[in-house]
Structures are given as structure tokens and as C-alpha cells.
């Protein structure tokens, strides 16, 4: 079954650096998501990307953040500059197109360590 | 604003039995679309059963399904036949146009030998 895929499967990074966080959707989803969990707290939608352009983002996703598709395969999300509170797992989503009903389908996730 | 209340931080379920995990939301929305998504300890995210508020009937996938009250805006997952598998943290989830998800703070379920 066709999956998405996530690296790294964990970064460190120092405070202040940028990170990019590398994603490859199933390869016929033309939808694309970065959620982010913090460690014990619940799932946080940042950010959906649709045609080359975000969807929509919430207000967690600052300028700090920005999400590219750079090829026909990778889906990035870059923190320009990380600090403390950026720790967390940070999860890519794809779906396909029938319809809005179609599940959104999670890769493994990055553990993004900011020390 | 669209939000999803899991009143459940934990569960515990016997081998075997069955168990069921709460989910409300809010939402002015008439359509929308609802998931339950098992986190086991390795962090992935496994959808485990959807459910679109158009349909009346109640979704089922195997030993999982669910229990949706529209009025009520209610949407339980209920296991049957619990397996150690099965231990894991339970979100729900809900979106109405399947962009900006808005997930529970999860029920993490425990199955006993």
C-alpha cells in the first residue's frame, strides 16, 4: 500500500538554526498537510497546500514557517529560525482528489529536538 | 470555532471485551467529515474509520465502529473483541472541508491481558 514518507525520522537542532523537514506524499495526492504535535498535547493543523499554494494555515504557521513543493515529489517545511518551543513531531499528510471525503493519510513523522 | 472534546484522557479494556471511547464536537457546519486516528507508541497515524454526516448509517471497519449522533454531535468509537494491539492513544477528529483538521486530545486506551 502506497505510503507517505518522512525525513529525517528525527532532527536536532540548535535554537536559532533553520531546519527543513522533508516529506514525499502518495504519488497520485495532489493535497498536502503539516501538523504538528507537541509532546503530550493533541494534534495541531498548521498549514494545507493545493496547487502549488497554501489552502489554508493556521495561526501557529507564522513567518517562520514556509512550505514548498520543490520537485514533483518532495513537500518541505522550513522553520527559518527554530526556537525551544518548536520541539515537537511534526507530521506530513496527503489525500487524493475524489472528493472531500477522501481521508488524509499521515506519514511516520519527524521528532524535531531544539536544544 | 470548530472544536473536538475527547472527556476520556484514559481507558482500560479486558482482552477480549469491548470498549467504548466518547468524542463530541461543535460545529455550524451541516456536512463535514469525521475520523478516528490510533497513535501507538511509535507515533504513527493510522486512520482507523471515517464517517461523512450525510449518511445516516454508522460506519463500520471489522471489530471498529462507530456510534454518530448528529444532533447531539456525538461520534463514539466502540472496539469490540479487544485485542493488545489495539493499545494505543485514540483521537478524533473532524473537518468540514477536509483542509484544516481539528483533532481531541486523545483517550489513550489500555487493553489488560
Known amino acids: 500500500e502506497p505510503e507517505v514518507t518522512q525525513t529525517p525520522s528525527h532532527q536536532v537542532t540548535q535554537m536559532g538554526q533553520e531546519v527543513i523537514l522533508r516529506c514525499v506524499p502518495i504519488s497520485n495526492h495532489l493535497y498536502f498537510y503539516w501538523y504538528r504535535q507537541i509532546l503530550g498535547q493533541k494534534v495541531e493543523f498548521l498549514v494545507s497546500?493545493?496547487?502549488?499554494?497554501?489552502?489554508?494555515k493556521s495561526e501557529i504557521f507564522d513567518d517562520q514557517f514556509s512550505v514548498e513543493r520543490p520537485d514533483g515529489s518532495n513537500f518541505t517545511l522550513k522553520i527559518r529560525s527554530t526556537k525551544l518551543e518548536d520541539s515537537a513531531m511534526y507530521f506530513c499528510?496527503?489525500?487524493?482528489?475524489?472528493?472531500?471525503?477522501?481521508?488524509?493519510?499521515f506519514g511516520d513523522g519527524t521528532r524535531l529536538s531544539i536544544l | 470555532a470548530q472544536t473536538v472534546t475527547q472527556s476520556q484522557p484514559e481507558m482500560s479494556v479486558q482482552e477480549a471485551e469491548t470498549v467504548t471511547l466518547s468524542c463530541t464536537y461543535d460545529t455550524s457546519e451541516s456536512d463535514y467529515y469525521l475520523f478516528w486516528y490510533k497513535q501507538p507508541p511509535s507515533r504513527q497515524m493510522i486512520l482507523v474509520i471515517r464517517?461523512?454526516?450525510?449518511?445516516?448509517q454508522n460506519a463500520t471497519e471489522n471489530r471498529f465502529s462507530v456510534n454518530f449522533q448528529k444532533a447531539a454531535k456525538s461520534f463514539s468509537l466502540k472496539i469490540s473483541d479487544s485485542q493488545l494491539g489495539d493499545a494505543a492513544m485514540y483521537f478524533c477528529?473532524?473537518?468540514?472541508?477536509?483542509?484544516?483538521?481539528?483533532f481531541g486530545a486523545g483517550t489513550r486506551l489500555t487493553v489488560k491481558p
Open positions: 497546500f493545493y496547487n502549488n499554494e497554501i489552502s489554508e
Open positions: 464517517q461523512e454526516a450525510y449518511k445516516q
Open positions: 477528529a473532524y473537518t468540514y472541508n477536509n483542509n484544516d483538521m481539528r
Open positions: 499528510a496527503s489525500r487524493g482528489v475524489r472528493g472531500n471525503n477522501q481521508p488524509q493519510h
